[in-house]
């Protein structure tokens, strides 16, 4: 089964709207963290946030925030004021606590294309 | 500035040829990694190592194998390589500081690699 599930292959997004990006995962550790990397067409990865189990508070930096529903086990990104700029490969990531590493499960991402 | 450092860039390569894909961080961090990337699939895991002197098998290990006789580089060798290995490659770092929580693994540019 998968881990991380991302069920937009694609997204458009108008410039200055809002767009949410899904991620749902998968897993019986109590303690893991979730992350979120951009990739541009330059492909590089790029950290975005970072969610632990254990957060009370949605995490946000900047224009990111991620809309955390743990009884629902899905860490949606949130990106406010679209750019440009923002179009990318967005991809969702879980570590396990108790693997004891802090090796990351991706989803196959979701590219969001942002238009004038 | 610091960050990882990966060579080559790109490669072309004759199957059966041996290959070492190289990877150094100046960051001091404790842990590395290595993933591939293929369309369609995201991310997956090749090899890490929490520390220097210990390596670990991620998802797809098979063909590849590593070393990590010191903290900065962490080599990645494809002993006799196959059609099925064409796919680009991250080397990757982070901190593990076990139970500190958001250990963010830093990615390196990325090597382009294609075996025929």
């Known amino acids: 089964a998968q881990k991380i599930t991302q069920t937009q292959p694609g997204m458009f997004v108008q410039e200055k709207e809002a767009v949410t990006l899904d991620c749902t995962y998968d897993?019986?550790?109590?303690?893991?963290?979730l992350f979120w990397y951009k990739q541009p067409s330059s492909g590089e990865m790029i950290f975005l946030i970072y969610?632990?189990?254990?957060?009370?508070q949605n995490a946000t930096e900047g224009r990111y925030s991620l809309n955390f529903q743990k009884a629902r086990k899905s860490a949606n990104l949130v990106i406010s004021a679209s750019q440009l700029g923002d179009s990318a490969m967005y991809f969702c990531?879980?570590?396990?606590?108790?693997?004891?590493?802090?090796?990351?499960?991706f989803g196959t991402g979701t590219r969001l294309q942002v238009f004038p | 500035i610091a960050g990882i450092t990966q060579a080559p860039t790109s490669q072309i390569l004759a199957a059966g040829r041996r290959m070492t894909l190289r990877c150094t961080q100046d960051?001091?961090?404790?842990?590395m990694y290595w993933y591939r990337q293929d369309l369609g699939l995201g991310l997956r895991l090749i090899h890490y190592s929490n520390t220097a002197g210990t390596t670990g098998k991620g998802e797809v290990p098979d063909g590849y194998s590593v070393s990590r006789a010191n903290t900065d580089d962490f080599p990645l060798t494809l002993a006799s390589a196959v059609p099925s290995q064409t796919s680009v490659y991250f080397c990757?770092?982070?901190?593990?500081?076990?139970?500190?929580?958001?250990?963010?693994?830093?990615f390196g540019p990325g090597t382009r690699l294609t075996v025929l």
């Open positions: 990531a879980m570590r396990e606590g108790r693997t004891n590493t802090d090796k990351l499960i």
């Open positions: 969610q632990g189990s254990y957060d009370q």
């Open positions: 990757a770092s982070s901190e593990f500081l076990s139970g500190t929580g958001k250990d963010t693994q830093y």
């Open positions: 897993t019986s550790d109590p303690s893991y963290g």
């Open positions: 960051m001091r961090h404790n842990a």
